[in-house]
């Protein structure tokens, strides 16, 4: 019987600021990483007769959410940069980041480069500890 398998443990994922440092997410708790596309990768244009164009679009950029628990060391590195996307004075920095996400069970990897924080989490202070979620831009997502 032919099977798949999955494994978060074997899922690395790195994420790189040369101002603010690295964050091996996969040892910090993070509960879900979640890659989107921001464009489609193709459209239809119907002409006046009937016709249909099928039009193959080049967007790589789009989104990541990254979530971890509240008050983690994956929190705490995102609000360092959050703090620091804040105040820098070097504005041309913003979007250095990257984000590496390996698993080695199938091999497959997703590289984001030109990674931004987009903004800072909602918060929720409650009587346990929750998770938060960070939204990073990505100019160019790849996939091998």
């Not at 790589?60 to 105040?87: C, H």
């Not at 938060?132 to 997502?141: D, F, P, S």
Request: hydrophobic share 35%; with cysteine.
């Amino acid at each position: 019987m032919a099977y798949n398998v999955y494994s978060l443990p074997d899922v690395k994922s790195v994420l790189y600021h040369p101002d603010v440092g690295t964050a091996n997410l996969h040892l910090c708790g993070v509960g879900k990483i979640t890659v989107s596309a921001a464009g489609d990768l193709t459209s239809h244009t119907a002409t006046a007769d009937g016709y249909v164009v099928v039009n193959r679009l080049k967007t790589t950029n789009g989104t990541v959410q990254i979530e971890v628990p509240q008050n983690s060391v994956g929190d705490d590195f995102l609000r360092r940069w959050a703090k620091w996307a804040r105040s820098t004075k070097s504005p041309n920095r913003i979007a250095l980041g990257t984000l590496t996400i390996s698993d080695s069970v199938s091999g497959f990897r997703t590289t984001c480069t030109g990674v931004s924080l987009q903004k800072a989490p909602d918060r929720t202070y409650d009587r346990t500890a929750t998770n938060v979620t960070y939204t990073l831009l990505a100019a160019t997502i790849t996939e091998q």
